[in-house]
């Protein structure tokens, strides 16, 4: 379990957290969700030990996190622009954490996780040569293998559109729940916050707004903020979806075999 207690950050004379108490059970996924700016990547890098807390403590299954250095913390991130290594290819950039940890991950492992995120065929292609979800998934393999204790992904979708997103989305609850795998999922979209994860952190003001599942969210958002910034955009939506299919409701025929798999010819 992860546990952060009164954990505040101040840059300057800006707070940017203040008094941020959580626990978050292992296999979790959970959303950090809020307006750019709100704190959303430093709570990750907190988390992370990249950025040291002002005050306040970081607990993991009951050790003390605080101030122990990023590298002995056993967790890893997917940066939101990726960082993927452009001189290298697929392949070179999933193993290339194995080189400082060649026991991290077994060959079967390896391979098991290539083809669940549907790699295999793009092993061999430089970085340019892939597409948004395609790198997506290549920074998402090169973390994993590495068998972090916990998964921090900052804004891992902003980047991507439509069915290559649904399809990212599907496959990082498999990941999480395959491998009771801790998720921690950056996003400043309430749709995507809610389908995703099993609860969602708001964030406003560098406070907890609430922190829920997606459910509760939407049958008892807890305050106006939640109420006019996350369940007014998800109503827009809403609406004009219904619009949409009301005045043309969909013939299955007209979208193939897809409509029946929607991920299946998504690459
Ligand atoms: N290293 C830093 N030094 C000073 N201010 C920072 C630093 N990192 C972030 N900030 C400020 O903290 C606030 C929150 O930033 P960030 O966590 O990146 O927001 P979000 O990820 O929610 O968009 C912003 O106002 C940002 O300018
Ligand atoms: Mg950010």
């Known amino acids: ?35 750019s700016g709100c704190g959303k990547t430093t709570l990750l890098n907190l988390i992370l030990g990249l950025t040291q807390p002002t005050s306040g403590k970081i607990m993991f299954d009951g050790e003390d996190l605080t101030n ?32 400082n940890n060649p026991n991290a991950s077994t060959r079967e492992e390896l391979e098991e996780l290539i083809d669940l995120l549907g790699l295999r065929k793009h092993l061999t292609q430089s970085i340019s040569e892939l597409s948004g979800g395609q790198k997506q998934r290549v ?14 992904l900052d804004e891992p979708l902003s980047a991507l ?42 964030i406003n003001n560098g406070q907890i707004a609430q922190f829920a599942d997606p459910l509760s969210i939407i049958r008892e958002p807890a305050g106006d903020f939640i109420r006019n910034f996350i369940i007014s955009q998800l109503m827009v939506k809403r609406s004009n979806i219904l619009k949409l299919f009301s005045d043309c409701p969909p013939k299955s025929q007209a979208f193939g075999d897809s409509a029946c798999e929607p991920f299946a010819a998504v690459s």
């Open 1 to 35: 379990m992860l546990k952060l207690s009164h954990i505040c950050k101040r840059y300057g004379d800006r707070d940017i957290l203040s008094d941020i108490s959580l626990s978050i059970r292992k296999g979790e996924i959970v959303s950090i969700l809020g307006p």
């Open 68 to 99: 122990v250095p990023m590298q002995k913390r056993g967790f890893n991130i997917v940066f939101q622009d990726f960082a993927l290594f452009p001189n290298l290819n697929a392949w070179e950039n999933i193993v290339y954490g194995l080189r």
């Open 139 to 152: 920074a998402i393999a090169r973390t994993l293998v590495l068998k972090p204790r916990i998964l921090l």
């Open 161 to 202: 559109d439509g069915l290559i997103k649904e399809s990212i989305k599907e496959r990082i609850r498999t990941i999480a729940r395959q491998f009771k795998l801790t998720t921690l999922i950056v996003t400043h979209d309430p749709e995507e916050a809610l389908t995703l994860s099993d609860r969602v952190l708001i």
